[in-house]
């Protein structure tokens, strides 16, 4: 028997819809890539989207194309993410740094018939444009008076919907239509296309509005750092407008200062980001002497939270929220929200379980898998590889023919992980950057956090390098704090007395500058490149073993270390490598 209900899709128009008549004018501000800034009402919003949508008709735009953007967090990428998808067509944002020859791939591979992009990115939109097979006209994101001289003849964004009429009959249409399409970041290969559908958007919305989880609403301003052109800014765009927060947009102003002037003279309550901004945002505010008067939270994401965020943070009042998720899971899977009572504990007692990476969101089922596919328990001990699915996870990558999914139906997320009765799951690291060494397995996102915490370190990777006995052992790698010199033995034995015997790097260097990617997470297949050649010191000739486990007891004592620890997919001591709490 089937229920006796409307089968009234879900659709992207209907946030819209809700938001200007529930709160049409609450406000969205941005920060505009031709400086100054844009403030219009939520009602305001609509009428441009409604002109927006008018024009893309008229320029050709049917059910099913996909239309390219290429844009900073603003009112016209917002503009276009609705009218887009509401139409019937197919947003697909494009991450400007995937680099040209990533960017030209995924525009074809898409199959983009119209591509739109901020003055910013007129340079990289020029260079591509002979090499865009599909793309028939572009418009680029500004007013006749900001743009650029341009081969390609684009118009112009305020000339294309001026004059068009402020409202719009949305259409309906089969729930399930693609709304969206986001490539994977292509570090492991070339990038993949991941298609949404409004359902999949209008189910994440719900649950990125809950109180568990982003909990954004009328009371808060809201701004979210992490890029509109990728994974839709963590659906931001959509919930904040479901329940009703102030939006404010940075544009390209994403260093320290940018941000602190732009959250003060705006009131922000919650932001959202990658760590790499945060740790930008914090080193500008003390070096510069400031705080923050109203920022309430911050979710961090897209990499693991550090020990040095969350104090940084707290020390200026401001509670710092972990969530996790992926491009392919639209994006958000997990987030690590306060239980009744967690303020109230020492900040040392409760820093471990705030650096897991949470809970499932609703309608998220996760479950652990050994190498070799047994179903794993989730005993807070047991590590295994971590699979999800759900309303809102990928079933497929656009237009690809290899497998993604498992024979039984879940997705592999690539990732080492540990999920414990409650729920709780914490992230031991990606299976990829995962270190064997004595037919053990280490996790590096303990030894980079530990390091995180030197006060003279602002980035940190962990690779694995060669070892004769051991295959391999870690290679610590970090990013000095400006005008420092830190002393390499010192930042090692600073992070050997809170890790595991076995996790003790063997070496530390350092770099100029650790390469980030396109969605600001380290480059490990760059610094394995980098490091390809690198000789542990106990090998070079006139060298030395690391003073940890140089003398003979050391040695002894890292042997049965391995002894007593087990790889991915065993019940391991709580003690061993992939242990998220820091032992001291």
């Not at 087990?566 to 998220?580: D, L, M, V």
Request: hydrophobic share 35%; net charge negative.
């Amino acid at each position: 028997m089937q229920g006796l209900m409307m089968d009234t899709p879900l659709l992207i128009s209907g946030i819209l819809k809700h938001a200007v008549r529930t709160f049409a004018d609450q406000e969205i501000v941005t920060s505009l890539v031709e400086g100054g800034k844009h403030r219009y009402t939520y009602k305001q919003a609509e009428e441009r989207i409604c002109q927006l949508a008018h024009a893309l008709q008229k320029m050709g735009v049917k059910m099913g194309d996909r239309v390219g953007v290429i844009g900073w967090n603003t009112h016209r990428q917002l503009e276009l993410y609705y009218a887009i998808s509401s139409i019937g067509a197919v947003c697909h944002t494009i991450n400007p740094r995937l680099g040209p020859e990533n960017a030209g791939f995924v525009i074809n591979h898409a199959g983009d018939k119209f591509m739109f992009y901020d003055i910013t990115f007129a340079p990289l939109v020029e260079a591509l444009g002979p090499h865009l097979k599909t793309v028939e006209k572009y418009v680029v994101m500004t007013d006749k008076d900001h743009a650029p001289e341009s081969k390609l003849n684009p118009e112009t964004y305020e000339e294309l919907i001026a004059g068009e009429e402020k409202t719009f009959d949305w259409p309906l249409f089969d729930e399930n239509t693609a709304s969206g399409m986001c490539y994977t970041s292509g570090t492991t290969g070339q990038p993949k296309g991941v298609l949404y559908s409004h359902r999949s958007t209008v189910i994440q919305t719900f649950v990125t509005s809950l109180a568990t989880s982003f909990g954004a609403d009328h009371t808060d301003t809201i701004l979210p750092v992490v890029p509109m052109f990728h994974v839709n800014a963590w659906n931001v765009p959509y919930s904040a407008l479901m329940g009703g927060a102030k939006l404010v947009l940075p544009g390209p102003g994403m260093d320290g200062e940018s941000l602190h002037t732009l959250i003060e003279e705006e009131g922000v309550t919650y932001s959202l980001g990658v760590p790499t901004i945060w740790l930008g945002l914090l080193g500008y505010v003390n070096a510069a002497g400031k705080t923050f008067s109203t920022m309430k939270y911050t979710l961090v994401g897209g990499a693991a939270l550090s020990e040095k965020i969350v104090k940084g943070y707290e020390a200026h009042g401001v509670r710092v929220r972990q969530g996790w998720g992926m491009t392919e899971m639209s994006p958000t899977g997990t987030v690590n929200f306060e239980e009744k009572g967690f303020y109230d504990q020492p900040q040392e007692e409760r820093l471990p379980k705030q650096l897991k990476q949470g809970k499932a969101l609703p309608f998220v089922e996760m479950r652990l898998v050994s190498d070799e596919g047994r179903i794993l328990p989730h005993d807070g001990e047991t590590s295994g590889h971590l699979q999800v699915r759900g309303p809102s996870i990928l079933s497929a990558y656009y237009n690809y023919e290899g497998d993604t999914l498992t024979p039984d139906g879940w997705f592999d997320t690539g990732d080492v992980a540990v999920i414990d009765p409650e729920g709780m799951m914490s992230i031991t690291d990606r299976a990829k950057d995962v270190i064997k060494s004595g037919g053990e397995w280490i996790s590096t996102i303990d030894i980079e956090n530990a390091a995180l915490s030197h006060p003279e370190v602002v980035n940190a990777a962990v690779i694995g390098i060669a070892h004769p006995k051991w295959d391999e052992r870690p290679l610590l790698i970090c990013q000095p704090a400006p005008d420092t010199t830190p002393d390499a033995e010192e930042v090692r034995q600073f992070v050997c007395k809170q890790v595991p015997k076995i996790s003790c790097p063997d070496a530390v260097e350092f770099v100029k500058e650790i390469p980030i990617g396109a969605t600001g997470k380290v480059l490990k297949t760059r610094l394995r490149e980098m490091f390809k050649d690198y000789v542990l010191p106990e090998f070079r000739e006139g060298g030395s073993a690391p003073a940890e486990t140089s003398s003979s007891n050391d040695a002894k004592e890292l042997e049965m270390t391995r002894k007593t620890n087990t790889k991915p997919g065993s019940t391991r001591p709580q003690s061993g490598p992939f242990s998220f709490f820091r032992r001291k």
